[in-house]
T-cell receptor, first 115, second 117 residues
């Protein structure tokens, strides 16, 4: 099946710093990428959707200036958490939609801990 | 509002027994329904989906789900549970926002399945 990778798999950063998370589709081209956030023992909440080469569409309540999303190519999307605070600590999962099959594949997630 | 409900936070089953994880949905139009499984600190793995056709859908690892339009349900089932099936299970529905834009998945809250030896 199609593979989506995320890097890093976990990261610890200090409050006030910025963290970048990469999401790559390894064997398919993803015209659309989705970024989700998951709190412990809770469901996935969609943060934003992006198309390659376009600005991301953010869900209501998600600060676009805090969670910067770049979808520069059909195989790479990045999420940058700017000026991170402890409340941003969470599990972030990306997902790519295959341009051929329209199926959606999920990455393994990145655990962010802000101290 | 379009939504997915998983009424059980946790389901406990003895190994070898059949299991059911419940899911109901509320969407306009014909639903595209999915089941995913998540192991600790991992992303989601696709199990199965219903788009159209036969109401009984067979998926990975021996799982199946039955689409019931009248009850707006899409329960996940397996005839004989394994300890290795213990994980977090999410039901999801693909929707197109009323305001337009991309199709997206709406997830249920998740059900933790615990299979005991």
């Amino acid at each position: 099946g199609a593979v989506v990778s995320q890097h890093p798999s976990w990261v610890i950063c200090k409050s006030g710093t910025s963290v970048k998370i990469e999401c790559r589709s390894l064997d398919f081209q993803a015209t659309t990428m989705f970024w989700y956030r998951q709190f412990p023992k809770q469901s996935l909440m969609l943060m934003a959707t992006s198309n390659e080469g376009s600005k991301a569409t953010y869900e209501q309540g998600v600060e676009k200036d805090k969670f910067l999303i770049n979808h520069a190519s059909l195989t790479l999307s990045t999420l940058t958490v700017t000026s991170a605070h402890p409340e941003d600590s969470s599990f972030y999962i990306c997902s790519g939609r295959d341009r051929s099959s329209y199926e959606q594949y999920f990455g393994p997630g990145t655990r962010l801990t802000v101290t | 509002a379009q939504s997915v409900a998983q009424p059980e936070d946790q389901v406990n089953v003895a190994e070898g027994n059949p299991l059911t994880v419940k899911c109901t949905y509320s969407v306009s139009g014909n639903p595209y329904l999915f089941w995913y499984v998540q192991y600790p600190n991992r992303g989601l793995q696709f199990l199965l989906k219903y788009i159209t056709g036969d109401n009984l859908v067979k998926g990975s690892y021996g799982f199946e789900a039955e689409f019931n339009k009248s009850q707006t349900s899409f329960h996940l089932k397996k005839p004989s549970a394994l300890v290795s099936d213990s994980a977090l299970y999410f039901c999801a529905v693909r929707v197109r926002p009323v305001s337009g834009g991309y199709n997206k998945l709406i997830f249920g809250a998740g059900t933790r399945l615990a299979v005991h030896p």
